[in-house]
């Protein structure tokens, strides 16, 4: 108890101690996470759920688990991943599962807080959680993850200095893997129109988030084909692909025979996919010289 509320008290001095430098976008997503992961804090006696780690059940039309699919694929077990943002820590403990050597970061102190109960909890006490912006990764040295991997973290931060972090911090060759929230800008276009926003908006948002309050912050917004564009620049090779043309938009998420007809459709129509996904998978391997944006 002493030794959690010492790691604690450390966590917030060098939260408060860079309180001033953090950026308006980066003060409000602190105060947001703050008050959530207060709301939330029971999560730290909760284990991380393994069944997406099961080789034998795979749900190839889901963006979450199809990212697992590629975790596998470039084999974690021994090497050096790095995840940013890594709110409670499922997939840095997930990762430790599979045997990787796992460093993760989260703006919020008190999500790192949890993420590391639970990591120890899992029997994994040595993921070397740290509390940052993924803006200015401090204490990484360069070139010296062989992974990183974003799972929803690219809609709340500043594009360009993340993936410039990330191009410092991985070594040449090493892969990014992400699953993102997208939309592109011509559907963003059509979704913040008075028809859509003031009307058919307020209609769905009770049948799609099943009447909880979503989480969503102020400052996130889903990333688009530009910001995208700029993550892939970074990639030698990459292989993007794009999910839930309705998921989430028109109906709820845990309708997989709903996400399965999704799924059919949005491969169906694949030269569209990036103008009608809400979701995008991503891997690559990061370019010998990555451009700097
Ligand atoms: C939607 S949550 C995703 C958490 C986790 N990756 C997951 O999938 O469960 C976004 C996370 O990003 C963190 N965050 C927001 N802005 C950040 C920033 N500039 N740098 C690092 N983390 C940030 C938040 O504290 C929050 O934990």
Not at 220 to 232: G, P, Q, R, Y
Request: aromatic content about 8%; hydrophobic content about 45%.
């Amino acid at each position: 108890m002493a030794a959690r509320a010492k790691v604690w008290g450390e966590a917030m001095e060098n939260v408060r101690s860079e309180l001033l430098e953090l950026t308006p976008r980066q003060r409000s997503e602190y105060e947001f996470h703050r008050a959530h992961a207060e709301q939330r804090r029971g999560l730290a006696e909760d284990p991380v759920v393994v069944d997406i780690l099961d080789p034998h059940h795979r749900r190839p039309w889901n963006a979450y688990w199809s990212l697992y699919d590629r975790i596998f694929e470039a084999g974690p077990s021994g090497k050096r991943v790095l995840v940013p943002g890594s709110g409670f820590g499922d997939d840095a403990i997930r990762l430790a599962m599979l045997g990787a050597q796992v460093s993760a970061f989260d703006l919020s102190p008190e999500s790192v807080e949890i993420a590391r109960a639970r990591a120890a909890q899992a029997g994994y006490p040595d993921i070397d959680f740290r509390v940052m912006p993924s803006e200015a990764m401090s204490g990484y040295d360069a070139h010296s993850f062989d992974m990183v991997l974003l799972v929803d973290i690219l809609h709340h931060v500043d594009i360009p200095s993340t993936i410039r972090e990330i191009a410092r911090v991985v070594k040449p060759g090493g892969l990014i893997i992400g699953d993102e929230l997208y939309t592109h800008s011509a559907l963003q276009w059509i979704r913040e129109s008075a028809a859509v926003s003031k009307l058919l908006y307020p209609l769905m948002e009770r049948w799609i988030y099943n009447g909880k309050k979503p989480y969503i912050t102020p400052e996130e917004h889903k990333i688009d084909e530009t910001e995208l564009a700029i993550v892939l620049r970074v990639m030698d090779t990459c292989s993007v692909d794009f999910f839930g043309m309705a998921e989430g938009r028109l109906f709820p998420s845990h309708l997989a025979w709903a996400s399965k007809i999704d799924r059919a459709l949005i491969r169906l129509f694949r030269p569209a996919a990036k103008r009608l996904g809400s979701r995008v998978v991503f891997s690559g391997a990061i370019g010998s010289a990555p451009p700097v944006t």
